[in-house]
């Protein structure tokens, strides 16, 4: 019998229509994982097939995660007939009666940090009751950042030594980004420079400020008729970011793309003149990443786990001041010398990330679980 450890991954959330953070995470550690001679891997869920290669091997299960009583108890008779040594789900808590070790990754509390910016009570009872028995049934846990790991000290007070931080990464292909003369998005065509922001149209955002401070700078700087362009999907709260755009003294400049598949998100990304992203509360930032791996300058707030991500490469800014985002957007557009400076530390800063480095991390921390 082999004395490799056979592991279950649930990729059940790789389901979803439209890939965003934690899909993406799932999709690229599971693909890491895959190639770790030290382990055994299988993937559970009804994917698509082509996520993977033909001789991965699969467990096709499609969970009814509306139910998740239901959901626990098909897991945990597939893991007994697959044998498994050890059961790791990248966003869903693991089932409690299970017949191996189990391990989860929590991405972010920011429903229970700020429970105003999410009027869903599904959402609330999904972290405040489901994620919590999780996280104490579970053998342990994955955290994305320093700050997400405290959050989860202070609202579900494990033993630190449970909870383990692993960072996610920047795809490959960011690194690779060429600037475009034109990005051709559905019927819009976007030329370079512009401004660019990448984010779900939702409050914790800070777009209406963003919004804010994009026409305080072009009234400062009319020579600089730079673009605005907000490229994610819609939100709760939508309506009165959509109304913030109409309101613009400059809302002809500001492009919405909607949400927009990697391989063009790549190309905004590299022809940026400067990314801002001025979000209130972060579990990582995965944006501010694919920014300075892209050689775009960054400007980020210093809160949550955006500092502990930028560190010196960004250039920070108070996210509840238009005055000041709009004040560094002026600086990285008009001083060469700051946006050449701040698109070397980037890349720099971007290179200590790495897929291969999260899976590695993520396999030392199955063999100590499955060692104790």
């Known amino acids: 019998m082999s004395d490799i450890p056979n592991i279950i991954l649930d990729l059940n959330i790789l389901s979803r229509p439209k890939r965003t953070g934690i899909e993406r995470y799932a999709l690229n550690l599971a693909r890491q994982l895959q190639h770790n001679a030290s382990i055994r891997c299988k993937l559970l869920g009804n994917f698509q097939s082509n996520l993977f290669p033909k001789k991965s091997n699969r467990i096709l299960l499609d969970l009814p995660l509306s139910d998740s009583l239901l959901a626990q108890k098909l897991l945990a008779f597939n893991l007994s007939l697959e044998d498994a040594s050890l059961f790791f789900s990248p966003y869903y808590p693991v089932p409690k009666h299970r017949p191996c070790k189990g391990i989860f990754t929590i991405h972010d509390l920011i429903p229970l940090r700020h429970p105003e910016w999410f009027p869903n009570q599904s959402t609330h009872h999904f972290f405040e009751k489901n994620i919590r028995e999780g996280v104490h049934h579970a053998d342990h846990i994955i955290a994305d950042s320093q700050s997400t790991k405290q959050d989860i000290l202070d609202f579900y007070s494990p033993s630190s030594e449970k909870v383990s931080v692993v960072h996610l990464a920047p795809e490959d292909h960011f690194f690779q980004g060429r600037k475009r003369k034109f990005i051709c998005i559905k019927d819009q065509t976007i030329a370079p420079p512009y401004i660019l922001s990448v984010c779900t149209f939702e409050p ?16 400062k700087n009319p020579s600089l008729k730079l673009p605005l362009v907000l490229a994610g999907s819609l939100g709760w709260g939508f309506d009165n970011i959509i109304k913030a755009i109409q309101k613009n003294s400059y809302q002809e400049d500001i492009i919405s793309t909607g949400f927009v598949s990697e391989e063009i998100l790549v190309d905004l990304y590299a022809s940026a003149e400067v990314f801002v992203y001025t979000s209130l509360y972060e579990g990582f930032g995965l ?3 694919e920014a300075m791996a892209s050689g775009t300058p960054a400007i980020t707030a210093d ?24 004040d560094k957007i002026e600086a990285i557009t008009t001083d060469n010398i700051l946006h050449e400076r701040l698109s070397e530390q980037g890349r720099r800063r971007a290179q200590d990330f790495s897929w291969q480095r999260t899976a590695l991390e993520t396999v030392s921390i199955f063999e100590r679980c499955l060692s104790n």
């Open 287 to 289: 944006p501010i990443l």
């Open 204 to 219: 914790r955002k800070n777009l209406i400020r963003t919004l804010e401070a994009y026409a305080i700078f072009r009234k």
């Open 303 to 326: 809160n949550s786990s955006l500092g502990e991500i930028g560190k010196d490469a960004v250039l920070y800014t108070d996210p509840y001041s238009p005055n000041d985002i709009a």
